[in-house]
């Protein structure tokens, strides 16, 4: 027995060792990067990458609504060729004519919203369609982008309920709604289900892309369709974080958060607070108690004194960070800079901390890309109880965005160019782009399909990093949860909201 547990031990130490060994010897994946090329040649190679993917996507799966260029096939789940639609913005700022030109034929020959038979994420429709199409009449002034989109928003507007709550999944050819329900019991008649189940985020990522479409159609029935479910819960909680989950009677779960089920509820207060002219004291009250107690209840450090958010279930804080709260830090500067914040240079040197570990999540991987999700709890380059895979997120690149349009420091550039790099050696193929199924191997496998936020927000944001001039003003415009400029509109009037 004795002899059996020293031999355990010692093999639990040789192993332990022997991975903290692994782990110190790990090599800068970034080492033989080079750095950023002049601001136009960064420019010019990003464009080049987007027209890779372009043409994979034209010659695959054109009108799909993503291209698995691993298949060379194309793949439909909201039948609105998404890739097309949320690209349109993005293909009008790199400046991409003769492609916005193709796309635009296609939105008015062959953009239907009816031709699938089956439940669709009304949160996805709404942020990559509906954001998509409106950002391309605001850009561009072309009519048919506003005509869709009014198509589109007479079939959304029908599927709110009577509180304002829209549907989770929609058939948008038949009109018949869907709202997540989990089993809480069993009865002797057999399951009893929860009141319908909403995510924080899909509740509060309507109202950029409602007010727009209310405000161009002079129509305030959107607007209250996009605002009211918001209004309805900062009157019932108490402001700072809200619950990730709420249900249709107004309970709530015990999970807080800004990655996926909580994040773009902020990100949208934000946001609608400038997009509507920063005369709403309802949302920037609201945004300035969230950000200050999320800062409070969520940010953390590591072991190694990286500072992260967390997140909270039941009580209980968990130290991990999703790849998705990395859009955060960006929202923070924005935020900071223009809402009545008394501490904004306190909450810069947090955005900029929080930037830093978002880049380490690439540079401490072997690839050089990011995990899904790290667990702090024993330090970022330590690949143990993750989601090790990398989904071509923005996240990152977003934040910094949002910093380097404020410091111009170059840092940034640096940081966003290592990131593009290893996207390129990595992710990139002979047809186009693909995930990555773990980037704690060098090199790793290339999986799944090409998703459409790559074209709208991964690469938008990693061009605009590199331009000199301001492509998109942030006196001027404000950007979607999707990556979808929307001008800021002054003279916006408020719905009555219940
Ligand atoms: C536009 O579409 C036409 C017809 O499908 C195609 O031949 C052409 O290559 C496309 N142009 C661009 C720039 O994608
Ligand atoms: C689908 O919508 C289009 C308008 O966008 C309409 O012309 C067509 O008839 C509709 N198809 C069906 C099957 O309802």
Not at 141 to 168: C, H, N, T, W
Not at 195 to 222: C, I, K, M, R, V
Not at 482 to 489: A, S, V
């Amino acid at each position: 027995m004795r002899l059996s547990l020293y031999i355990g031990l010692v093999a639990v130490f040789w192993a332990l060792s022997i991975l903290i060994l692994q782990a110190g010897k790990k090599q800068n994946p970034f080492a033989d990067f080079s750095s950023p090329p002049s601001a136009p040649e960064a420019q010019e190679q990003i464009k080049q990458a987007f027209l890779h993917a372009w043409k994979g996507y034209s010659k695959y799966a054109w009108g799909k609504d993503e291209l698995c260029s691993l298949t060379k096939s194309g793949n439909n789940w909201m039948y609105m060729g998404s890739t097309i639609v949320d690209s349109l913005s993005s293909l009008w700022l790199l400046g991409l004519q003769n492609e916005f030109q193709n796309a635009t034929e296609w939105v008015e020959k062959y953009l239907t919203f009816n031709s699938s038979n089956t439940f669709t994420s009304f949160f996805e429709v709404n942020i990559r369609i509906l954001g998509g199409l409106i950002s391309a009449y605001e850009l561009s002034g072309q009519k048919v982008f506003l005509d869709k989109a009014e198509e589109l928003g007479k079939i959304m507007a029908k599927a709110f309920d009577s509180k304002g709550f829209p549907p989770s999944y929609y058939n948008f050819a038949t009109g018949e709604g869907n709202t997540r329900k989990e089993i809480r019991t069993y009865s002797i008649y057999g399951p009893v289900y929860s009141p319908g189940y909403y995510s924080l985020a899909e509740l509060g990522t309507l109202s950029l892309e409602f007010s727009a479409l209310g405000h161009h159609l002079n129509q305030d029935h959107y607007k209250y369709l996009g605002s009211q479910a918001i209004h309805l819960i900062l009157n019932s909680f108490e402001s700072g974080i809200f619950p990730n989950g709420i249900y249709n009677d107004l309970s709530h779960t015990n999970t807080y958060s800004v990655a996926g089920e909580g994040d773009s509820f902020y990100e949208y207060l934000v946001k609608e607070y400038l997009h509507t002219g920063s005369k709403n004291s309802e949302l920037e009250k609201a945004a300035i108690d969230s950000i200050n107690d999320i800062i409070e209840k969520l940010l953390q450090q590591d072991v190694a004194g990286y500072y992260y958010l967390g997140l909270i279930k039941d009580g209980e804080f968990i130290s991990q960070m999703d790849h998705l709260a990395c859009f955060f830090p960006g929202t923070i500067v924005l935020a900071a800079e223009r809402l009545g914040f008394s501490n904004k240079e306190r909450l810069i040197t947090i955005a900029k901390e929080l930037a830093f570990t978002c880049y380490n999540m690439y540079e401490q991987s072997d690839s050089g890309l990011a995990s899904e999700i790290v667990n702090l709890h024993y330090g970022i380059k330590y690949p143990w109880f993750v989601d090790n895979h990398y989904a071509l997120r923005p996240e990152t690149l977003e934040s910094l965005w949002y910093l380097y349009d404020l410091t111009k420091d170059n840092i940034y550039r640096e940081w966003a160019w290592n990131i593009f790099q290893a996207i390129e050696k990595h992710a990139k193929n002979d047809v186009a782009y693909a995930e990555i199924e773990n980037v704690n191997r060098n090199p790793p496998n290339q999986r799944g399909c090409l998703p459409s936020y790559f074209f709208s927000e991964t690469l938008k944001y990693l061009y605009m990093i590199f331009s000199d001039e301001e492509i998109i003003d942030l006196n001027t415009w404000v950007l979607t949860t999707e990556g979808h400029p929307l001008k800021i509109k002054t003279d916006y009037t408020n719905p009555n909201l219940k």
